[in-house]
């Protein structure tokens, strides 16, 4: 059984799948089984920011779930970027799926370095991610990116799991994973040791506080936000 949560953080294998079978099998087991609950907690915070007509971004988008859940309810057009040119493949037979069944949003999906985003400077009204910083070695490039592109008004929203998150609440978690396959226990267990501490995050906030970056502990995450009003989260 896989149960221990590292002390230190022990990054992932990036580029993980090999082929698109992969993909589909986690793309199952995760982002619409595992993954479901975080995904739709990060929905209800960034859905009061959205609006048809706003330049909205999904940072680490893998296979467009989160980004076509909010595009459609949203009638919005998101740019999904990741850097895994496979999970893209599945967000775009995801996005022609949801076109076949008259889907009202629309989403649109690149494949792009985290900390080199294809995006003009100061352009986007809305940033959103959920839990992708864990497959990046300098959290505070993706950060400076995020505020590069964001407009000075304009809002990022962040959710990630912790490293460190509470050891009750991991177990409660694990006690409905299988223990293989894609989405799994030992995924599950990989992607949270390969995470980043609350206290991490708190070091590198406070080294670029000239980001404007806020953060706030959840029960298994953290958010990590710019313009963003804490009011919400109390809900």
């Given at each position: 059984?896989?149960?221990?949560?590292?002390?230190?953080r022990?990054?992932?294998?990036?580029n993980?799948?090999?082929?698109?079978?992969?993909?589909?099998?986690?793309?199952?087991?995760?982002?619409?089984?595992?993954?479901?609950?975080?995904?739709?907690?990060?929905q209800e915070?960034?859905?009061?920011?959205?609006?048809e007509?706003?330049?909205?971004?999904?940072?680490?988008?893998?296979?467009?779930?989160?980004?076509?859940?909010?595009?459609?309810?949203?009638?919005?057009?998101?740019?999904?970027?990741?850097?895994?040119?496979?999970?893209?493949?599945?967000?775009?037979?995801?996005?022609?799926i949801?076109?076949?069944?008259?889907?009202?949003?629309?989403?649109?999906?690149l494949?792009?370095?985290?900390d080199s985003?294809?995006?003009?400077?100061?352009?986007?009204?809305?940033?959103?991610?959920?839990?992708?910083?864990?497959?990046?070695?300098k959290?505070e490039?993706?950060?400076?990116?995020?505020?590069?592109?964001?407009?000075?008004?304009g809002?990022?929203?962040?959710?990630q799991?912790?490293?460190?998150?509470?050891?009750?609440?991991?177990?409660?978690?694990?006690?409905?994973?299988k223990?293989?396959?894609f989405?799994?226990?030992?995924?599950f267990?990989?992607?949270?040791?390969?995470?980043y501490?609350?206290?991490?995050?708190?070091?590198?906030?406070?080294?670029n506080?000239?980001?404007?970056?806020?953060?706030?502990?959840?029960?298994?995450a953290?958010?990590?936000?710019?313009?963003?009003?804490?009011?919400?989260?109390?809900?």
């Amino acid at each position: 059984m896989f149960t221990n949560q590292s002390k230190e953080r022990i990054p992932i294998q990036k580029n993980k799948f090999h082929t698109i079978a992969e993909v589909r099998d986690y793309d199952m087991a995760a982002p619409r089984n595992t993954l479901l609950y975080p995904m739709q907690r990060l929905q209800e915070l960034v859905k009061p920011y959205i609006a048809e007509g706003k330049k909205i971004v999904n940072l680490g988008c893998e296979t467009g779930i989160l980004a076509l859940m909010i595009g459609g309810e949203c009638r919005a057009l998101i740019t999904g970027i990741d850097e895994d040119l496979l999970l893209l493949k599945g967000a775009e037979e995801n996005l022609r799926i949801a076109k076949l069944c008259n889907y009202p949003g629309d989403a649109e999906f690149l494949c792009a370095s985290f900390d080199s985003l294809p995006i003009e400077s100061n352009s986007v009204d809305v940033v959103f991610a959920d839990n992708f910083i864990y497959r990046c070695d300098k959290v505070e490039d993706v950060l400076k990116e995020c505020r590069r592109i964001v407009k000075e008004d304009g809002v990022v929203l962040i959710n990630q799991l912790l490293r460190d998150a509470d050891k009750e609440k991991i177990r409660f978690i694990k006690q409905y994973l299988k223990t293989d396959s894609f989405g799994g226990e030992k995924e599950f267990m990989d992607t949270l040791n390969s995470c980043y501490s609350f206290e991490e995050y708190e070091k590198v906030l406070k080294e670029n506080s000239d980001l404007g970056f806020e953060i706030r502990k959840e029960q298994l995450a953290v958010i990590i936000s710019y313009n963003f009003d804490d009011s919400e989260l109390e809900q």
